[in-house]
């Protein structure tokens, strides 16, 4: 067992394990919004960063770090809810995020996550992008307006249902999910229409179609739920 | 029995101003003498003075030929080669034919580079002549890979990339990963705007990379490594492959290299050259076949690397050094630099300086002596005002720290990076608030977009320092600025997040009062930002040519020829600088506004 502290909590870890399933284990709540159980961590949307005291104050994602014997690590402090909020801001500020419209309102973890960290408003002007949708999937939508690149998807298609369909074009601030090599989503010669895409999306980027505002509840923890089932290689 | 021998630089830079035509010129005046089997054409890697090519170096004496033109071909061998007399106005400075005299050179120490424009790149020949391939003979006959590790740690060999982390140290780590098979990697996705020096040794010294990389491969015990190269770099790539296929024809390279029973081989990785794949953890995951993001570090890829085994990567330029502390000892490598920063380094110097080239330096010498004693310092007419050292993850250094000795540490404490060498030197005529929306501008453009704080920051920072740099700036501008950056640095993912707001932060602490000209006066002291400029007609230039008048698209250019002057009246002016571009008598001034 590894041994370590969080927010001065002494907490017990098994090796392998990461810093946000370890405090998970004292109930210690860290946001995340690119980290779903069942999927590998990448460590991209910045909102898990822990601080790690005796590594210099250093800023590590919990999802991604691998609990380390003697760590001090602060999960909770005035700092991180700012910083944590910031993340948040330029969030919203990067692609259109209308919660009045959006399918996923009311169950949309973009949206949870800025109630719980008290970002009431945003101080960033918006960039207000000109994005499509592609909704030539008989089944479901895509919206990039609400999209915030976490990846669920791409990693969902690849890890889970093995399909390989959705990856990333372009890079920076242009980057764009997409099927295939560019294909409309519709036209996928991979897709499988399984539908793990859209229960992964943490927003209303991918969505069912004939959900109306607010309708659209998404099941992410199924990604467990059918991992756990397959007998271990 | 060969007289006289040229050395001609056919580095990139050299390769683009004309070294082939120059060589066809030699050897067609060589042959008209009949002198052919007397002068030996022997082609090099970079001498350095990159500006002045093609240069050529003129053995036995060493006479430094620069700005050599195919029609200069016939009286350097008729003068030169026949009668013995140096051509005088092809020499850098008159009466001064060595390099040794020249202070450009006389201020350089030469060990990464000691091959680059001495010796063919092509020709292992010339390489094992130059003892080459000693260094690895020496490692894997007589020493044990801990002995070897030992030895780099010793020598207090840094990386070369930029970072600076402990190179022995490193070594250590991927030696005790545990994990089978390792690899070996060496960054030459060099992606910084100015740098060249990893290209300079590719292409010069290709040999001493393959034999760095051997060294390191025996003493962390792996067999496969591979070389990551942008495809931007097509002559670098072909002399590694040609290089390559002679050091397994001889046995450098391949199964039970030296008898013993040490085998490695490399592999040539060419990228498509997205500046993030330098970033370590980004570069595996392209070669690999994936996209090229970096991961979170821990684990490091010297515990989980390529296809998540014990990796090494390295920059090219520490390869570069290995063969050389083997040769001479640690104790040698290390007399040379700083107490933390030991050995070489190279730069590349551009903008606006006299010699702009590559060079190379001990650690520890100031910026003057880099830019003024080198670099000759700013061209005549102009004022030095800063320095750029380390790219768009650098800062910017005023000239009040001209006297900060060049190593990790000292630039880190002033704002700036080692970084990989890229050194742009700025004139009084350079607007900072400008330089430093040029360097976001690229970093925004090159950040992948994994990560929030890098791909949406980099953003708003730019938004921001466009209305500055528009005349549309508030003060609260700069407090937010400075916000944004501290956060990129602190929660981007990798590298590229973290310091991609220096340039931003080191104008900031340096030249504020520049902002604040931007924003309260709405001025751009330099007369660079197109919106904080007024065109002006100076008096005393103008002939009437009438050339700004047919040039302006909104007809704010007026005047009649044989009533002077031409003005240009502010109100119908939108400052496209059609004016000042057309001027062919300089007569059209920027002010600032």
Same mark, same amino acid.
């Given at each position: 067992?590894?041994?370590? /502290?969080?927010?001065?909590?002494?907490?017990?870890?098994?090796?392998?394990?990461?810093?946000?399933?370890?405090?998970?284990?004292?109930?210690?709540?860290?946001?995340?919004?690119?980290?779903?159980?069942?999927?590998?961590?990448?460590?991209?949307?910045?909102?898990?960063?822990?601080?790690?005291?005796?590594?210099?104050?250093?800023?590590?994602?919990?999802?991604?770090?691998?609990?380390?014997?003697?760590?001090?690590?602060?999960? @909770? !402090?005035?700092?991180?809810?700012?910083? /944590?909020?910031?993340?948040?801001?330029?969030?919203?500020?990067?692609?259109? @995020?209308?919660c009045a419209f959006c399918v996923s309102s009311g169950h949309c973890?973009?949206q949870?996550?800025?109630?719980?960290?008290?970002?009431?408003?945003?101080?960033?002007?918006?960039?207000?992008?000109?994005?499509?949708?592609?909704?030539?999937?008989?089944?479901f939508g895509?919206d990039?307006? /609400?999209?915030?690149?976490?990846?669920?998807?791409?990693?969902?298609? !690849?890890?889970?249902?093995?399909?390989?369909?959705?990856?990333? !074009?372009?890079?920076?601030?242009?980057?764009?999910?997409?099927?295939?090599?560019?294909?409309?989503?519709?036209? !996928?010669?991979?897709?499988?229409?399984?539908?793990?895409?859209v229960?992964?999306?943490?927003v209303g980027?991918l969505f069912e179609k004939g959900k109306a505002t607010a309708e659209q509840v998404k099941r992410?923890?199924?990604?467990?739920?059918?991992?756990?089932?397959?007998?271990?290689? | 029995?060969?007289?006289?021998?040229?050395?001609?630089?056919?580095?990139?830079?050299?390769?683009?101003?004309?070294?082939?035509?120059?060589?066809?010129?030699?050897?067609? *005046?060589?042959?008209?003498?009949?002198?052919?089997?007397?002068?030996?054409?022997?082609?090099?890697?970079?001498?350095?003075?990159?500006?002045?090519?093609?240069?050529?170096?003129?053995?036995?004496?060493?006479?430094?030929?620069?700005?050599?033109?195919?029609?200069?071909?016939?009286?350097?061998?008729?003068?030169?080669?026949?009668?013995?007399?140096?051509?005088?106005?092809?020499?850098?400075?008159?009466?001064?034919?060595?390099?040794?005299?020249?202070?450009?050179?006389?201020?350089?120490?030469?060990?990464?580079?000691?091959?680059?424009?001495?010796?063919?790149?092509?020709?292992?020949?010339?390489?094992?002549?130059?003892?080459?391939?000693?260094?690895?003979?020496?490692?894997?006959?007589?020493?044990?890979?801990?002995?070897?590790?030992?030895?780099?740690?010793?020598?207090?060999?840094?990386?070369?990339?930029?970072?600076?982390?402990?190179?022995?140290?490193?070594?250590?780590?991927?030696?005790?990963?545990?994990?089978?098979?390792?690899?070996?990697?060496?960054?030459?996705?060099?992606?910084?705007?100015?740098?060249?020096?990893?290209?300079?040794?590719?292409?010069?010294?290709?040999?001493?990379?393959?034999?760095?990389?051997?060294?390191?491969?025996?003493?962390?015990?792996?067999?496969?490594?591979?070389?990551?190269?942008?495809?931007?770099?097509?002559?670098?790539?072909?002399?590694?492959?040609? *290089?390559?296929?002679?050091?397994?024809?001889?046995?450098?390279?391949?199964?039970?290299?030296?008898?013993?029973?040490?085998?490695?081989?490399?592999?040539?990785?060419?990228?498509?050259?997205?500046?993030?794949?330098?970033?370590?953890?980004?570069?595996?995951?392209?070669?690999?076949?994936?996209?090229?993001?970096?991961?979170?570090?821990?684990?490091?890829?010297?515990?989980?690397?390529?296809?998540?085994?014990?990796?090494?990567?390295?920059?090219?330029?520490?390869?570069?050094?290995?063969?050389?502390?083997?040769?001479?000892?640690?104790?040698?490598?290390?007399?040379?630099?700083?107490?933390?920063?030991?050995?070489?380094?190279?730069?590349?110097?551009?903008?606006?300086?006299?010699?702009?080239?590559?060079?190379?330096?001990?650690?520890?010498?100031?910026?003057?002596?880099?830019?003024?004693?080198?670099?000759?310092?700013?061209?005549?007419?102009?004022?030095?005002?800063?320095?750029?050292?380390?790219?768009?993850?650098?800062?910017?250094?005023?000239?009040?720290?001209?006297?900060?000795?060049?190593?990790?540490?000292?630039?880190?404490?002033?704002? *700036?990076?080692?970084?990989?060498?890229?050194?742009?030197?700025?004139?009084?005529?350079?607007?900072?608030?400008?330089?430093?929306?040029?360097?976001?501008?690229?970093?925004?453009?090159?950040?992948?977009?994994?990560?929030?704080?890098?791909?949406?920051?980099?953003?708003?920072?730019?938004?921001?320092?466009?209305?500055?740099?528009?005349?549309?700036?508030?003060?609260?501008?700069?407090?937010?600025?400075?916000?944004?950056?501290?956060?990129?640095?602190?929660?981007?993912?990798?590298?590229?997040?973290?310091?991609?707001?220096?340039?931003?932060?080191?104008?900031?602490?340096?030249?504020?009062?520049?902002?604040?000209?931007?924003?309260?006066?709405?001025?751009?002291?330099?007369?660079?930002?197109?919106?904080?400029?007024?065109?002006?007609?100076?008096?005393?230039?103008?002939?009437?040519?009438? *050339?700004?008048?047919?040039?302006?698209?909104?007809?704010?250019?007026?005047?009649?020829?044989?009533?002077?002057?031409?003005?240009?009246?502010?109100?119908?002016?939108?400052?496209?600088?059609?004016?000042?571009?057309?001027?062919?008598?300089?007569?059209?001034?920027?002010?600032?506004?």
């Amino acid at each position: 067992m590894i041994n370590l /502290r969080i927010d001065d909590t002494p907490v017990q870890a098994e090796p392998g394990q990461t810093i946000l399933v370890a405090a998970r284990g004292v109930g210690i709540r860290i946001p995340t919004l690119c980290q779903v159980d069942a999927l590998s961590p990448v460590g991209a949307c910045r909102l898990c960063l822990v601080e790690i005291r005796n590594w210099n104050g250093r800023l590590v994602p919990a999802c991604a770090t691998p609990a380390q014997e003697g760590l001090d690590v602060v999960a @909770h !402090s005035e700092k991180l809810t700012i910083l /944590r909020r910031t993340i948040l801001e330029l969030l919203f500020a990067e692609r259109n @995020h209308i919660c009045a419209f959006c399918v996923s309102s009311g169950h949309c973890e973009l949206q949870d996550l800025a109630t719980e960290l008290g970002m009431d408003h945003v101080t960033f002007p918006y960039r207000f992008p000109f994005l499509p949708v592609d909704a030539t999937h008989p089944k479901f939508g895509l919206d990039h307006n /609400r999209c915030v690149l976490c990846g669920r998807c791409v990693r969902a298609c !690849s890890e889970v249902e093995g399909a390989y369909t959705w990856g990333f !074009s372009g890079r920076g601030v242009a980057t764009l999910v997409e099927a295939d090599l560019g294909d409309p989503w519709g036209a !996928s010669k991979t897709c499988t229409a399984c539908g793990k895409c859209v229960q992964a999306c943490p927003v209303g980027a991918l969505f069912e179609k004939g959900k109306a505002t607010a309708e659209q509840v998404k099941r992410p923890e199924i990604l467990a739920e059918v991992t756990e089932r397959r007998p271990r290689v | 029995m060969t007289r006289i021998q040229v050395l001609l630089c056919s580095g990139t830079a050299c390769q683009s101003s004309g070294s082939d035509k120059v060589k066809r010129a030699l050897l067609e *005046a060589l042959g008209l003498h009949g002198l052919l089997e007397e002068v030996q054409i022997i082609e090099t890697g970079c001498m350095g003075p990159c500006e002045l090519g093609p240069v050529l170096l003129v053995y036995p004496e060493g006479t430094f030929y620069v700005r050599v033109r195919p029609e200069d071909a016939a009286e350097i061998v008729e003068e030169h080669f026949l009668k013995g007399r140096p051509v005088q106005r092809l020499l850098w400075t008159e009466g001064a034919p060595r390099p040794r005299e020249i202070p450009f050179f006389a201020r350089q120490v030469k060990l990464v580079l000691s091959n680059c424009g001495t010796i063919d790149p092509e020709k292992i020949d010339e390489y094992i002549a130059a003892r080459g391939y000693e260094a690895l003979g020496k490692a894997a006959t007589g020493m044990t890979p801990g002995e070897v590790v030992a030895e780099v740690k010793r020598s207090g060999l840094r990386g070369r990339g930029g970072a600076g982390f402990p190179t022995g140290t490193k070594w250590e780590l991927v030696r005790a990963g545990a994990g089978d098979p390792k690899y070996v990697i060496c960054n030459a996705d060099e992606g910084d705007p100015g740098a060249f020096m990893d290209r300079a040794i590719l292409e010069g010294d290709p040999h001493s990379i393959l034999e760095g990389m051997a060294i390191a491969a025996y003493a962390v015990g792996a067999n496969h490594g591979y070389v990551y190269v942008r495809a931007e770099y097509p002559l670098a790539i072909q002399r590694l492959q040609t *290089a390559l296929a002679q050091a397994r024809k001889l046995g450098f390279l391949g199964p039970g290299i030296f008898e013993s029973d040490f085998s490695f081989d490399v592999e040539i990785r060419i990228g498509a050259g997205a500046f993030v794949c330098g970033e370590e953890t980004a570069l595996i995951s392209s070669i690999e076949g994936r996209r090229g993001e970096p991961r979170p570090r821990p684990p490091y890829p010297a515990t989980s690397g390529l296809w998540g085994k014990p990796t090494l990567i390295n920059n090219v330029e520490t390869y570069a050094n290995v063969r050389h502390i083997l040769l001479h000892g640690a104790e040698a490598f290390a007399a040379v630099g700083t107490e933390k920063s030991k050995g070489t380094k190279v730069f590349a110097l551009a903008g606006k300086v006299q010699n702009t080239g590559l060079v190379e330096v001990p650690m520890g010498i100031t910026l003057r002596e880099l830019v003024f004693d080198i670099g000759g310092g700013v061209p005549a007419g102009r004022e030095f005002k800063a320095v750029q050292i380390g790219g768009p993850s650098g800062g910017c250094l005023p000239a009040s720290l001209l006297d900060v000795p060049v190593d990790y540490d000292s630039l880190s404490q002033h704002g *700036a990076i080692m970084g990989s060498g890229g050194v742009i030197i700025l004139d009084d005529a350079a607007c900072m608030v400008n330089m430093a929306r040029f360097f976001l501008e690229f970093t925004a453009d090159e950040s992948c977009g994994k990560c929030v704080p890098c791909r949406v920051g980099t953003q708003m920072m730019l938004r921001i320092l466009d209305r500055i740099v528009a005349g549309d700036g508030s003060e609260d501008d700069l407090t937010r600025l400075t916000e944004i950056g501290v956060m990129m640095k602190k929660a981007s993912l990798c590298g590229l997040g973290q310091t991609a707001a220096n340039p931003v932060l080191s104008t900031l602490r340096y030249f504020p009062e520049e902002y604040r000209a931007h924003i309260r006066d709405h001025s751009c002291p330099a007369g660079v930002c197109p919106n904080l400029v007024r065109y002006e007609v100076l008096a005393e230039a103008c002939r009437g040519c009438d *050339a700004c008048r047919r040039a302006c698209p909104t007809g704010a250019a007026q005047g009649k020829a044989g009533n002077l002057p031409y003005r240009i009246v502010d109100e119908l002016c939108i400052r496209c600088g059609a004016c000042f571009d057309a001027c062919p008598f300089d007569a059209v001034r920027k002010e600032p506004r």
